[in-house]
Each structure stands twice: as C-alpha cells, then as structure tokens.
C-alpha cells in the first residue's frame, strides 16, 4: 500500500475553472465535483427504434500529440527561509483527444553524507488524483538512497502500467555542484474517468536547516495523447457533448461493444441559473429519484396596494421553508397584492385566507434548469430529455429502463471510418456491432474524388 497524505486547503494556490452554472454531481450516492469543457468533433446519428441512436464519426487522427507542450521547469533548493518547499503543479487534463499520458524528467541532487542518525534533506514527490485532497506517493530520495512505491492501482483505478520510470542522464551542468544524484523520465498513464477533470503533481522538499544543501528540478512537463485509442462514447442527446463509456467490452475480432446494462455508470448534475444541489439520490425499480433544494434561496414576501406598486417588505410575515410558504395575519382595507422577491426565481402558486391568517405559496422556478448526465464523473455532460421535474415536491424522476442514449465510436485511425450500424438488447447488455471501411469517398461533377462529408447521404 502506498504511503498517502492529505493535503489541507490552501496550502498551494492553483487556478481553477469556475462553472457559470453551480451544480453537482451524484453518482452512487456520492458527490462529486466537477469541470467542464467542449466536446470532440460531430457525429451522424441515426435513430434505433426509440432504443438509442446509432453514430457514424469521422476518423480523429492524434498520433502521440502533444496537447500540452512543455512547461518551463520548476526547482526546489534548500537554504531558504523554510524548512518546507511545497509546489502543486495543476494539470487541467483535457477530454476529446484520446487516452492520455503525462511525461516529465525529474532530477534530484544532494551534497549531503549519509551520516548513520542524521536528520537529512528529503525530497519526495506525489500524485494527486481528480477530485480529492489526498495525494499519493510516488518516489522519495535523500542521501541514503531513493524509493519508488508500490501502487494501490485498484485504488487509485489505474491499471498496473499507470507509473513507469527510467533513468536518464543527469544534467551536465549540475554534476559537478551534486555528487549524490539521480535522474529519471517520468510517464503517468491516466484512465479515461479523469478526463476533463483536474489533478495534481506535487514537489516536497524538506530542508534540515543545516549545509550542504540539496535541490530537486522537474522539468519538460507534457501531456502526450496516447496513441491508438478506441473509445465508444455516448451522450443524452443527439447534439452531444459526448464522453467515453466505462465497463465496456470491445472485441475487435468480432468488431461490437458490449455494454452491461444494469452496471452501466451514469454522473448526474444540475445545470441553473442559480445555486442547487442534488441532495439524494433514490433508487426504486423503474426510477431514478433526485430531491433538489436551494441552499440560499432567502426568499422576502412584499406587498402593495396596487399591481404595479411600489412594494414593500411584508415585516410581520412568517415564513414556513419546507413548505415553501408565507403566513401572516389577514390584511383589514382595501386588497393587497403580493409578490416575491429571492435569490432563486419564483413563482407564486397559491393565496388563501382561513381564521384571520393569510398563506401564501409559492414554488422556485429557475429559467435555466436541466438535468445533465454524463459516462464520466467530470463529464462533459448534456441536458437529458428524460428528465421529468416536479417544482411543487422538487423531485426529478428518470426512467431506469426506457430513457435514451446515443452512441458513436472515437477512434484515432486515419485510414479507417467507423459505422455503429446495429444494437442488439440482449437480457444483460447492449451489444453494438460496427464496421470500418476506408474513408468514405464522393464524385465531384468535374470526376475528381473529394472527401464525403457528414451531411451527405
């Protein structure tokens, strides 16, 4: 088991991505957050009985691309003002380019001796996964040696071949300043689930407070697209964006997917223009059930003599939140109209008097509100249609068994198009079979061969 540390908020500033629409995802009763980005390319979708919908993409060619190039390199040494060195490099890691890896060469150098019972520089460096403050140890080195760490892959979710290392040669211009050194390339290979999210490389260098010092440099640090890739995808709507499937089976022999459909993960979030949270996630044979709520929602109850006002705070009106309603002692005069000011557009649904009380309820009703799905827990996610929203129990239901997907395959092939061209529903799983051709071609009327766009037939 690796060694594992939690980093506490704020101990190294980076940038991060604010989504105009706060929201959250569920996913197995856990939330998550997330980022957004656009999606990779178009697709010809054709319809499948209702079932799903069927996609013919255009081969996307990203052999060993580098989607990031190399940032300038970053040194840690000691005889500073601190007994601790801490640099979180952020890595925003993009989605739409295939499996993706992350590459740099790290050099680590002492003057120190490895005196038996001393207290020594130490130099180590961490991988933080997406979506949490615990960071894992990679590699750690002072002047007594070096250690590279067994992985927990299963619980990371990486698989086995996620770190490897080789050594290189050490800087020539700091052989001679660093007796004790070593020098390797780095390469992190990272699943398809931390797409479009953000992790982190952390640098750690402790100082001893005592000559001879120490230093340790990260440079050339790139992603690098991997090359082939062959992804199925799959989105909410026709227009998309789209994200890789996991769990599924690709044989390439028998050229289908097949895709488990009790086990099939799916990531939930609410897009507003206010802020909501999904606050359970209910589970029943044929649905889905999300309760939603606004958290600062601060609704004031105001009134006037006539329609167009002036309005003024009702200051002896008793709000009832879970019930989304107003009480307050029934007005003697003329009538009075009502309205609702809040942080979260409202609308009024019910005025009735009873015993001298006057209840007002109402209901919050947000102009842009839309259930987003996704096959990655940081998407990119799509409004899905299926979604049925109940704003007087703020309840959303979605069908377990008749709601809709549409899938096309994400390949890095040049030679090669792509056609999903049938699924078959089988007990467990969805079985989608294709074909690749050659790229598709089309006569030009002066009889020379153009490419075959997506809009032609």
Sequence with gaps: MPARHERSAGTSPSATLQDPFPSTVVAKNQVRSHRRS?????????PVLGLAWLAITIPQVRSA???????????LETGGSTSLQTTRLPLALPFGVGLIRVEFDLAVGTREQPVAGSFLDSFSLSFEPPDTDVSTFLFNHDARGETWFPLDTAGLGVTPNFLTHTAIPFPANELEAWPIHTSYAVSLSLPLAWHNCEAGIWLDLFDNRSAPDSFAQLSNLRLVARDPFFVL???ATPAGPF????????????????????GVARFFRLRADSTVRLRVLERDPNLWRFAYDFPEPDPKLESAAQPQGPYSLVTNAVLEAAQRRFRLPTATGPARFYRIRAGVRTA???????????????????RIFS????????????????????????????PRHQWTRMFRVAHSNPDH???LHKIHDADAQWILNYDRTTPLTAQSPQGATTPLREEQP
């Design 38 to 46: 656009s999606p990779p390319g178009n697709a010809w979708l054709l």
């Design 65 to 75: 691309e580098v989607i990031l190039p190399p940032l300038p390199p970053v040194r």
């Design 233 to 235: 995808e799959s989105s």
């Design 243 to 262: 994200s890789a499937e996991m769990g599924v089976t690709h044989s390439n022999e028998a050229q289908r997917f097949e895709l488990m459909r009790g």
């Design 348 to 366: 009024l649904t019910r005025l009735e008097t009873s015993t001298g009380t006057t209840s007002v309820s109402f209901e919050y009703r947000p």
């Design 371 to 398: 259930l987003q799905s996704s096959a990655q827990p940081c998407g990119p996610f799509a409004d899905d249609p299926s979604a049925t929203f109940d704003t007087a129990s703020q309840v959303i239901t979605l």
């Design 417 to 419: 198009a792509v056609r």
